[in-house]
């Protein structure tokens, strides 16, 4: 049939252009779960901290910044905004991004995971 044949290739090139993208929009649901793997360091509530510093209102604020917690010299002076692309560069492998940094984490290998992370955050950290 014709009409379905245009619909295909309509949905075979907005396929083509989505798998262009930087970055694929994740699934906050399944970054919720990922998300555990950072809970024991770091709370989502302002001013609340732990190992690491909170992470509420995260994007679109500066690496380093967050009042009364003692970063390393080497995230104050990353000069690091966070939004999706820096926010998944350093969480695939922080000490790549930030050498020096005290936080002890390893990083998330999979694309997937980190993209379903950053969504959860964007709502999480709002
Ligand atoms: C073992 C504890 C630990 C774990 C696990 C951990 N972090 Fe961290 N995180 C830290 C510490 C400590 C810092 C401060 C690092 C520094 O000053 O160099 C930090 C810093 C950060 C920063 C920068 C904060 C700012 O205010 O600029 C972000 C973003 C971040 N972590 C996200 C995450 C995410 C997301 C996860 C889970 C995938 C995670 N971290 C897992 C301890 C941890």
Redesign the pocket.
């Known amino acids: 049939m014709k009409t379905s044949g245009i619909a295909s290739l309509l949905v075979a090139g907005a396929l083509a252009l989505a798998s262009q993208g930087a970055l694929a929009a994740g699934d906050a649901a399944k970054g919720e779960k ?2 555990k ?2 809970k ?3 709370s989502l509530e302002a001013g609340k901290k732990k ?3 909170s ?1 509420a209102g ?1 994007f679109g ?1 500066t ?4 009042e009364g ?1 003692k ?2 010299k ?2 104050v002076e990353s000069g690091i905004v ?1 939004d999706d692309k820096t ?1 998944d560069e ?2 695939a492998k922080p000490k790549k991004v ?1 050498p020096k ?5 390893p990083g ?1 290998k999979k694309e997937a995971d980190r993209a379903n ?1 950053i969504a959860y ?1 964007k709502e999480a950290t709002k």
């Open positions: 990922v998300y793997k950072c024991a360091c770091h190992v690491g510093p992470l995260i604020r690496a380093g910044t967050v917690f970063y390393s080497a995230m966070w926010m350093f969480l930030i940094t005290r936080m002890g984490f998330l992370l955050m």
